[in-house]
């Protein structure tokens, strides 16, 4: 790094043009390199245990003496069972086949060409995020073996962790002979560094934010490059006429508080009217046993008003499109499908919604119709992940329709190049 | 159409919330609806003929009387020939599969559930595009194979022709009960309509702009939502070290010189300094017949300057970046594969690129290596087209690496979500 840190304009341009350089050789990388420089960076993660806990101790020090709550300390806080479960995240991705190079659909053409398509990496991503330092992990790891570069900017509060985990990934690339400045860390607190990152499309192809709605809003606006995004997820449940009832209430408990602060937890519960009087009072008794509060339509308020301890409180308008993140749910009686479709379509956030029922016309119109990056039968919204979908690790789980939805995972990260294998044809 | 086209923000969100609401209807139609609304379509081309050309007549008209030049003029008439192409095309669209609801990669995953993925389509599309009246038909008909809605803006100087068009399109959706508002056209030559069509996320998934460079780097520098752009196509021929002869200059020749106008037209050549003195002389004579002038490097430009009649220049820098569109072609002997990778991923627009060669290895680092949408082995770069690849049609040829890449068929206006099913799985 020769610009200095106070030319953040000529700084960021450096990690640019070296990230741009970096691609080139990860893209042509031999897949073995790739998967030896994530077994070297596994190693190194368990040998450097104590040199990576010093370094946090920086951060953490630095976060008590700023007053963060306690919850924000501890997701800066490198254990040793974080430490663990990212370098068993690499070497699973090690194990993994590698996306790049696969070459699917080739049909030969009457024209006499043969004509495919192969997996390519996008390039240089910038990952824009905060607090926990292990997704400087999982974001270096999904880089190299989707052979991508990457610019990586995470939060402030962690600059000491970061720095010393991107050095082992750099040490670890540059072991297995590739380049280490596939992976650059960002090493400014200043924040303007995030407005140069999204505005560098001569450098980066693609920025991946992860944060605040604000945080990600602002980004999606501003930048001048493709954004992989995460909104909210305002998931819901529906339960249909005809339905396994135990198995209605098992699935809908846990997408409700199997926990309540990931984004594919149930916000809303949507029941079919003929189902309302067996299930509401069940399904009551059981939040109400966990202190979730209920926000309810006319109906299904004067179903669960009497289940004994239950918090039973009339839903706003507001609470159709509400993104808890807590115990809380919204609750609705609606007319059938067509309702519930209509209802999850205007007031959802097209992340994850899920129907229980054992009618399969409406189950397959409800994974046809409904308007989200996941939709499931019979299943908790719980599953909405890139582990749970066996794609090895998810860098993202994307709200638009645009490239990846859902859970992104290392083919997230590639697009399909056309490949054309001729034998001298001309076009007539 | 109720608002007032003088009040243009009214007029454009009407057109975008009425397609808002047909993109739904759309998403959910069943393929033999949109079968028939694609047959109708056809049909009504054919019967109306007279009717189109008297619409066409006026634009036709109005051009010659602005003072259009003959080729404008041109591709502006709806000849006979150029209404039976587009109906065989709706024909065409109607006998393909339908996208929409394809289920592929289901998974069992270790909890029980089963992971795979739906297509399904992205909504609603914009379309921006000038002259051409045909596009219009081409347009809408993906629209509806799709399952899109799309609101086309055509040029000002095809609007009579487009409207007319665009009734008989309204009328075929409605004929096989499908929305009509599925496609509609823009009926102003108000330019400010392009402003608000690209700004409009609520109501609009992705612009789609067919044109000059210029109005292209427009909209993607102002458009609020992802754009499908196509840029220039600075196509590379590069002739290796271990040719067939005759085949080489069969495809050169044919990559050059079989159009050129079309964005896939050969506007580079590259040949191994070992070939040189065999393949420059020949390939000289026969751009020499044909008139083609070429910009050469000092080493290929010795090697050309005695041809009879060949018009042989001094290439300069900016030759080797250059789209000609024309019959003019740079030159340059390289020393091999390594330089002729990155000379195409410095100097080329990423379209499309050709090697020809017989020798294995290099044809795959070729095919891995060169950073373009298309990459082709003994073949000719005019072969990068939607037709020529199978896609049934095109919509544009995408010079992104987001989303989609290359020609743009009916699977690049989809998208894929993640579907689950399950049997009452829980996450534990």
């Known amino acids: 790094m ?29 897949t073995a390199a790739k998967n030896a420089a994530l077994l070297a960076l596994a190693r190194r993660l368990r040998a450097q245990g104590p040199a990576l806990q010093a370094a946090n101790a920086k951060d953490l020090d630095a976060a008590v003496a700023a007053g963060l709550d306690a919850p924000m300390v501890d997701r800066l806080r490198l254990t040793p069972k974080v430490l663990e479960t990212v370098a068993e995240g690499c070497e699973q991705l090690a194990a993994m086949a590698d996306p790049v190079g696969e070459i ?31 997704v400087t992990i999982e974001a270096a790891s999904l880089a190299i073996k989707s052979g991508n570069a990457c610019i990586l900017r995470g939060g402030s509060e962690a600059l000491q962790s970061n720095l010393v985990l991107a050095a082992l990934v750099r040490n670890a690339l540059a072991e297995a002979g590739l380049p280490a400045d596939a992976v650059q860390m960002v090493n400014t607190t200043d924040r303007a560094a ?15 934010p992860r944060g605040g709605k604000g945080l990600i809003e602002r980004i999606s606006r501003e930048a001048k490059v493709p954004v992989i995004k995460h909104l909210d997820g305002n998931c819901h449940v529906y339960v249909d006429a005809e339905i396994d009832l135990e198995q209605a209430l098992a699935v ?36 109400a046993a966990k202190g979730v509060e209920m926000r309810c339509c006319g109906i299904s308020r ?6 004994p301890g239950a918090k ?28 519930a479709i209509s209802h999850i379509n205007r007031y959802g956030s097209h992340h994850t919604d899920a129907i229980l029922t054992t009618n399969h016309p409406n189950a397959m119109r409800f994974l046809r119709e409904v308007d989200s990056a996941s ?3 019979n299943a908790s919204t719980r599953f909405a992940d890139g582990f749970e979908y066996g794609l090895g690790a998810e860098i993202g789980i994307s709200t638009d329709k645009f490239h990846a939805r859902g859970p992104v995972g290392l083919e997230g990260l590639t697009s ?10 001309v076009r007539g």
């Open 2 to 30: 020769t610009a200095s840190i106070h030319d953040l304009n000529a700084y960021m341009a450096e990690l640019g043009a070296a990230a741009r350089r970096a691609a080139t050789a990860m893209a042509a990388a031999p």
């Open 104 to 134: 699917t659909g080739v049909k030969r053409r009457p024209s006499g060409i043969s004509v495919g398509q192969m997996r390519v990496p996008l390039g240089v991503f910038g990952m824009i995020y905060e607090s926990r330092p292990n």
């Open 194 to 208: 995030v407005g140069h990152l999204i505005t560098m499309p001569e450098f980066v192809d693609v920025i991946i």
């Open 252 to 287: 809908a408990d846990n997408a409700k508080t199997h926990k309540y602060s990931p984004c594919n937890a149930a916000e809303s519960l949507l029941v079919h009217e003929r189902q309302a009087a067996a299930f509401l009072p069940r399904i009551g008794a059981i939040f």
């Open 302 to 307: 004067r179903m669960l008003v009497d289940v």
């Open 312 to 339: 039973v409180v009339a839903a706003t308008e507001a609470d159709w499109s509400e993104e808890y993140l807590a115990p809380i749910i919204s609750i609705k009686v609606v007319t059938g499908l067509d309702e």
């Open 375 to 377: 939709v499931m039968i």
């Open 416 to 425: 399909l190049k056309w490949v054309v294998l001729g034998q001298g044809e």
